[in-house]
């Protein structure tokens, strides 16, 4: 339970157009929780990404989307990257994913730090790279950060096998974020932050656990 009462603020959904879905058809093995206290301060900091090529190019092209909308500029060469990037299906995913308000952050006052919690509603059943390798969604959602996600996807296609470059729920935070389609930012106190953040990050290890005796 959280004390104080966190500020809530609902973001009003904006979509991307249509047309732009139907036309365009590094490797630590187990972070601590010091690490994900570290990880939820430098989300928007963009610091180098220590393995270079698509991973770096994705974190910069999803960067620059959020810094243009601000700008006022237009988006379309951006997200024809991106589509250049990422698996279709994915892409088509992640914008579900925010459009369906499924992202909240949660913030600290007085500071910069922040984490996300992304649910995950859909159930692709037929690609690699959909929600249908993530089953066990904890009640308040996978915890997103600083090229981190605490889905199976993340865990074990990008952390473990290198196989997968990202997964929709931290697609779905850059997205979000670049067009204003947060669903709810909520402004707790550092205690309540850290009460929340430890909160899931124990979804995070009990999740691990699950990967590990499931693979």
């Not at 299906?89 to 992202?103: K, P, S």
Request: proline share 4%; aromatic share 6%; glycine share 4%.
């Amino acid at each position: 339970m959280l004390s104080n009462g966190p500020e809530e603020h609902s973001g009003e959904g904006k979509h991307l157009p249509s047309s732009f879905l139907e036309e365009n058809n590094k490797n630590p093995s187990d972070p601590l929780d010091h690490d994900i206290q570290r990880r939820s301060t430098d989300y928007d900091q963009c610091p180098e990404v220590e393995d270079a090529g698509a991973g770096h190019t994705l974190v910069e092209i999803l960067l620059a989307i959020k810094h243009a909308k601000s700008a006022g500029e237009d988006l379309s060469d951006y997200f024809h990257l991106l589509d250049t990037l990422l698996p279709p299906e994915l892409l088509r995913e992640a914008v579900r994913c925010m459009e369906r308000g499924e992202v909240t952050v949660w913030s600290c006052q007085g500071t910069d730090a922040k984490f996300y919690l992304v649910r995950d509603h859909s159930r692709a059943q037929n690609s690699r790279t959909s929600s249908s390798r993530n089953q066990d969604c904890p009640k308040n959602g996978y915890l997103v950060m600083q090229r981190f996600c605490s889905c199976r996807t993340f865990q074990q296609g990008v952390l473990e096998s290198d196989s997968d470059l990202t997964c929709i729920h931290e697609i779905a935070v850059h997205l979000a974020e670049a067009l204003d389609c947060v669903k709810e930012q909520r402004v707790v106190s550092p205690e309540d932050f850290a009460q929340c953040l430890t909160a899931a990050s124990a979804d995070t290890h009990q999740l691990r656990r699950s990967f590990a005796s499931n693979s």
